[in-house]
């Protein structure tokens, strides 16, 4: 009896050991992350070296926790039912803290409350221009604003003395727009561009341009790169309008769509993960992933809405249902131009008749705007050619230019183009069609391309992260934490290359090591399969 009460001990420890110590530990790592996403928004971020380091050892505390919740749901997969519910709970509870992120951080638990429901209303600009580092979230709020009132969001940069109305700082709106209307007019005659609104339609549409708030002109001083038309897509203009429409001028509104498409995404990324009969568990290297968290709920990114489309992309391929993935697909070049590298393992998997689905899809989006006329492109293009922000591989290859060209950052671009089409190339001569090859080579792709830019900004691996998650590419993750490397340039504004060697080459040194370890994995498993095949059958 004593040796069988023993063994029902051991056996009762061993269960709580296997299953519940996990779920613990989980719930531990939960809590523990939320403490500091917390403290994040008690971070004064500004430029210097004490806001960067305590957001790099914030961020870097978030990473180990991440990574050991990572490393529970693998080796445990008997507690997979609680742990996609702590998944979950984490994911949302995660991105709900950091929505305030701008919000004067010295601000009591009860101000902060106020400011959020100014924000709300637009009696006033509550949220600080950077919103843990990043400001790009004023130029989505103005898009908006100008759209909805007519004017094309392409046509004009919003200095633009034109769109002066918008912000209430010129007299009577109709007078306004008339006198906007005939600067146009003699700007078209000298320049012979189409660079104009129907000024008096909008006046008479719209008695108060303004829409009764007085805040425009902050948030357009708040604008970083005033002097370039916009570069985003019409699906992201749609949002930005939608916000708009929901709650003008309202940082915590744009935030809150944003952050509504990334957890769409998240979901159809663990609906894709069960059609590939992955474990759903899986889902946890995107959903609390710190550096997603950061840049959509905490700065928030518009390439959340691109998360949204891909993943919608992925699931619709995976399950075959090729007209909803031509369209799904075309929505993603809407979100971001970027996808349109992964064409070609589109048309192989939905055909070339469906194809054209995408480029119905592209079309119409831009119809609205193509009023523009070559103003469509001209901020995008502005950034591709001009723009050069912590580039690794690029910046290496603009060093070696120096020594054949006098224009060494064009021959970089060049050099770059070709090698990622190459790389595509190369996937497509490879491509066996299969869902799994498809997430595999687009993981790949987008990696390439987002590893070989001029501009490596930190929220672009949310291109590559749910391609990586479904491909099971595990060196994604790693260069998302080695990433925030590039907030060095907070310190005073300088980019230096030390920080630039160490983040990029890092990574590489990691992607040797990662392609070392498959090709060591592929010749073992190779030499299994000739020995096996030389054993006889035995019947």
């Known amino acids: 009896m004593t040796a069988e009460s023993d063994n029902s001990n051991q056996s009762a420890k061993s269960r709580f050991v296997s299953k519940w110590l996990p779920i613990i530990g989980l719930a531990g790592l939960l809590i523990s992350s939320e403490a500091v996403y917390l403290a994040l928004l008690q971070l004064n971020a500004v430029n210097g070296w004490q806001p960067v380091l305590t957001f790099w050892l914030e961020m870097g505390a978030l990473f180990v926790f991440y990574a050991v919740a990572a490393v529970i749901v693998r080796r445990f997969p008997n507690i997979k039912k609680p742990a996609i519910w702590l998944i979950i709970i984490g994911a949302v509870l995660f991105r709900l803290t950091l929505l305030p992120a701008g919000i004067p951080y010295e601000l009591p638990a009860s101000e902060k409350l106020d400011a959020l429901r100014s924000d709300l209303r637009g009696t006033e600009v509550t949220y600080e221009r950077f919103q ?55 700007n078209t005659a000298e320049n012979e561009t189409e660079n104009s609104f129907d000024a008096a339609a909008i006046a008479e549409a719209n008695t108060d341009l303004t829409d009764g708030r007085e805040i425009w002109t902050d948030i357009r001083d708040n604008i970083n790169y005033a002097d370039v038309t916009t570069i985003y897509p019409p699906l992201a203009q749609f ?17 809150i769509l944003l952050v509504g498409c990334e957890l769409v995404g998240i979901l159809f990324l663990g609906l894709t993960l069960r059609r590939l009969e992955l474990p759903l568990s899986s889902i946890i290297l995107y959903a609390w992933n710190p550096l997603m968290i950061k840049v959509f709920a905490g700065s928030g990114h518009a390439d959340a809405i691109l998360v949204a489309a891909i993943c919608l992309t992925a699931y619709f391929v995976v399950r075959g249902s090729k007209s909803l ?16 590298f992964l064409l070609p393992f589109i048309v192989r998997r939905v055909g070339w008749l469906r194809s054209l689905l995408v480029g119905a899809v592209v079309f119409v989006g831009y119809l609205p705007f193509l009023s523009a006329g070559e103003n469509l492109f001209a901020g995008f293009l502005k ?14 290859i603009r060093w070696f230019a120096n020594f054949i060209s006098t224009d060494s950052a064009d021959t970089a671009r060049k050099i770059c183009a070709v090698l990622i089409l190459a790389i595509i190339a190369w996937l497509v001569w490879r491509d066996d069609s299969s869902e799994k090859y498809f997430v595999k080579a687009s993981a790949i792709v987008l990696g390439a391309l987002v590893i070989l830019s001029p501009t490596v900004m930190p929220w672009y691996l949310s291109w590559v992260l749910p391609f990586a998650v479904l491909a099971r590419q595990n060196i994604w993750f790693y260069f998302s934490a080695l ?8 310190i005073d504004l300088n980019e230096y290359a030390f920080a630039l060697w160490f983040e990029h080459s890092l990574f590489f040194a990691m992607v040797l090591i990662w392609l070392c370890r498959r090709k060591i994995t592929n010749d073992t498993k190779n030499v299994f399969r000739r020995q096996m095949s030389l054993v006889p059958n035995s019947q």
């Open 483 to 490: 990433v925030l490397t590039a907030f060095h340039i907070l």
């Open 383 to 396: 950034f591709a050619r001009e723009w050069q922000f912590n580039p690794g591989a690029f910046a290496l």
């Open 325 to 340: 993935a031509a369209i799904a697909f075309g929505l993603a070049i809407l979100a971001k131009l970027s996808p349109i």
């Open 132 to 186: 843990l580092f990043d400001n790009d979230i004023w130029r989505y709020v103005w898009d908006g604003h100008v759209a909805a009132h007519g004017v094309n969001p392409y046509l004009f940069a919003p200095n633009d003395s034109q769109l002066d109305v918008l912000t209430g700082e010129v007299g009577e709106s109709e007078e306004a727009f008339e006198d906007a209307d005939e600067t146009v007019v003699a």
């Open 239 to 255: 949002v930005f309008r939608l916000s708009h429409g929901l709650a003008p001028s309202s940082v915590l509104m744009m935030k």
